[in-house]
């Protein structure tokens, strides 16, 4: 392992796409995620957590819950933050294309990070005529956000709590098509299941002030029917579940989203043809 060694731009590049899929309690030296990034840049798991924490000292994110990351960030640390946050979706996809690079990842697989496991690489399912179609640069940075969402959220559903990641989607609060500028934002983010993300997708579930599930009159007329019941009347008015070292989704999003919610239940008909 190399020591001693002064991080360049792109080193730190490759650490703040780690550090934004990671929560600020796993930033230490026995993460799975950092010992195996560690021995990728040839560096050793202290010197990349301890490069972690340094780049927590600038987020403002963290400051805003009274958390602090470690003094003596540098003034190249501060100049790559600020670079990489000023535009997310050009230099996410700059970072996302540089770490899979670093593990050898093509187009034909997928780069996972798992907190418990570290990094993982596997095959992904065939892409459908639309999937083609997006830029590259979109693809690396709707794979940025969903590592980074599920993992904010602890790899769960923020509903339900159901842990299989091949079930979960990184849902967008402000839509993807609409917000371009939040696009890769992780605060426009809720892990949800697939069938979750499609109900809150189209406005059929909602989050109110206290971050309490709200369920729309037209699901509310079928909660006779058991999925429906199960899947949504179960959860009425349970608050997410949010880790709690985790970043905390953008309430105003979260009201945007709700605005557009309780519009659609006004002009809903529900003993009307859907």
């Not at 040839?42 to 403002?60: E, F, I, Q, T, Y």
């Not at 602890?154 to 371009?180: D, F, K, M, N």
């Not at 971050?211 to 007329?221: D, G, I, Q, Y």
Request: charged share 25%; net charge neutral.
């Amino acid at each position: 392992m190399a020591s001693g060694r002064s991080w360049t731009r792109d080193e730190l590049f490759i650490a703040l796409n780690l550090y934004h899929k990671l929560t600020f309690g796993q930033l230490h030296a026995r993460q799975p995620a950092i010992v195996t990034l560690a021995e990728k840049l040839g560096r050793s798991s202290n010197s990349v957590a301890m490069k972690l924490c340094n780049l927590a000292s600038l987020d403002p994110a963290l400051r805003l819950r009274g958390r602090v990351g470690l003094p003596g960030a540098s003034a190249l640390d501060q100049s790559v933050w600020n670079e990489f946050h000023a535009d997310l979706n050009e230099t996410v996809a700059a970072s996302e294309a540089a770490f899979r690079k670093l593990f050898a990842n093509d187009e034909e697989t997928e780069l996972e990070v798992l907190p418990r496991i570290g990094v993982r690489i596997r095959r992904s399912a065939p892409s459908g005529p639309t999937e083609r179609q997006v830029s590259a640069r979109q693809r690396l940075g709707q794979a940025y956000f969903r590592e980074a969402v599920l993992n904010n959220f602890g790899g769960r559903c923020c509903i339900t709590g159901l842990e299989v990641r091949e079930l979960l989607i990184a849902s967008h609060i402000l839509p993807w098509s609409t917000h371009v500028e939040e696009r890769c934002n992780v605060r426009n983010g809720l892990s949800l299941s697939r069938l979750h993300d499609a109900a809150f997708d189209q406005c059929l579930i909602a989050f109110d002030e206290e971050l309490r599930l709200l369920v729309s009159p037209r699901l509310r007329e079928a909660l006779p029917k058991r999925v429906i019941a199960d899947n949504f009347g179960s959860y009425d008015g349970q608050a997410l579940t949010l880790p709690d070292d985790a970043i905390a989704p953008d309430v105003s999003f979260l009201a945007a989203h709700r605005a557009r919610f309780l519009g659609r239940a006004e002009v809903t008909n529900p003993s009307s043809p859907q």
